[in-house]
């Protein structure tokens, strides 16, 4: 199993970004997926998360209604979608793969396998 986030970079405050995280070794469409973040010097944060058609989404308040997560199944591949960006945003994003049925819960350790990081910075 691989996953290969990707698209982060440097916006300035309201701006928008959409991140992709390439699955590969895997049935993509058979497990649910999450994005993570980590600050500097903050623990790693729930994100959003997605059920494995995508009908299900769930998200952390401090992002729902600015950030989107979606899947392509037929491209093994997840998206999170990020809008009205804000300097607190600033993180290292993460996507992860869960078998687990929790995935919504956004406990990290269900979450068993784990992209490299794309990093985000937003400019106030």
């Known amino acids: 199993v691989q996953l290969q986030a990707s698209g982060g970079g440097l916006v300035q405050a309201g701006g928008s970004l959409r991140l992709s995280c390439a699955a590969f070794?895997?049935?993509?469409?058979?497990?649910?997926m999450g994005w993570f973040r980590q600050a500097p010097a903050k623990e790693r944060e729930f994100v959003a998360a997605?059920?494995?058609?995508?009908?299900?989404?769930h998200y952390a308040d401090s992002v729902k209604g600015r950030f989107t997560i979606s899947r392509a199944n037929t491209k093994n591949t997840a998206y999170l979608e990020m809008s009205s960006l804000k300097p607190e945003d600033t993180a290292v994003y993460y996507c992860?793969?869960?078998?687990?049925?929790?995935?919504?819960?956004?406990?990290?350790?269900?979450?068993?396998?784990w992209g490299q990081g794309t990093l985000v910075t937003v400019s106030s």
């Open positions: 992860a793969m869960t078998t687990s049925v929790r995935y919504g819960l956004g406990y990290d350790e269900d979450y068993k396998y």
């Open positions: 997605i059920s494995r058609s995508g009908g299900s989404t």
């Open positions: 070794g895997y049935m993509f469409g058979n497990y649910p």
